[in-house]
């Protein structure tokens, strides 16, 4: 059983649309991230959150985390090509420090 | 400039055999790790070393042994390869501090397979 269940688990779409991906999890943790992966590359770390209904914007990637701390989610607005890719979260809860818990990614395709 | 490098990146291999595959990253962490990552891209921590020190074996079986030479090295030895190794495994570190996993850098991958 994973700790960690994003949706959707594949998203096609137009270059210029939106798009939102979710991380949702029963635990609390004291800190999540999200990676995007490549094909034949290793995650890139995208953003870490740490505090409860944070909020944090890289560019047109806007990432959220529930006030409880048990959910996050991923926004990109007006989404391009370079976009693509599988998206993953990732978590730490307080009992399981040093153990990232990784969630089976969300694979991003925009199309042109 | 490549910050953590692991060989080989990819590794054909029969049942029964042994097989090493090494990383070095030259960013100055204390911490690496060894993922695992599976047909269905889930990502699974398997060991993390401290400075050398062995601190997390996420119940791996014995077959495989890290093995941590100096604090900029981790290298995995796997033994009697089974079809389930087939896997694409990430090796990792991160930067010393209270939140070690906050940033966490990984290889390229070593895509396993085991005939």
Not at chain 1, 22 to 27: A, E, I, K, L
Not at chain 1, 59 to 81: E, M, N, V, Y
Not at chain 2, 64 to 76: E, G, M, V
């Amino acid at each position: 059983t994973q700790l960690l269940e994003q949706s959707p688990q594949f998203l096609s779409i137009q270059e210029g649309e939106n798009l939102t991906v979710y991380c949702n999890s029963s635990s609390v943790f004291s800190s999540l991230q999200w990676y995007r992966q490549e094909p034949g590359e290793g995650p890139v770390l995208l953003v870490t959150v740490v505090t409860g209904g944070e909020v944090k914007k890289l560019k047109r990637l806007t990432f959220q985390f529930g006030d409880a701390r048990k959910d996050s989610s991923l926004h990109i607005t007006a989404a391009q090509p370079g976009d693509t890719g599988l998206y993953l979260c990732a978590g730490e809860t307080p009992d399981s420090w040093g153990k990232l818990q990784f969630g089976a990614g969300t694979q991003v395709v925009v199309t042109p | 400039d490549t910050a953590v490098s692991q060989t080989p990146k990819y590794l054909v291999t029969q049942m029964g055999n042994d097989k090493s595959i090494k990383c070095e990253q030259n960013l100055g962490h204390d911490t690496m790790y060894w993922y695992k990552q599976d047909s269905k891209k889930f990502l699974k921590i398997m060991f993390s070393y401290n400075n050398k020190e062995l601190i997390i074996n996420e119940t791996v079986p014995n077959r495989f042994s890290p093995k941590s030479p100096d604090k900029a090295h981790l290298n995995l030895h796997i033994n009697s390869l089974e079809l389930g190794d087939s896997a694409v495994y990430f090796c990792a570190s991160s930067p010393p501090g209270a939140a070690t996993n906050e940033k966490l850098f990984f290889g390229s991958g070593t895509q396993l397979s085991v005939l």
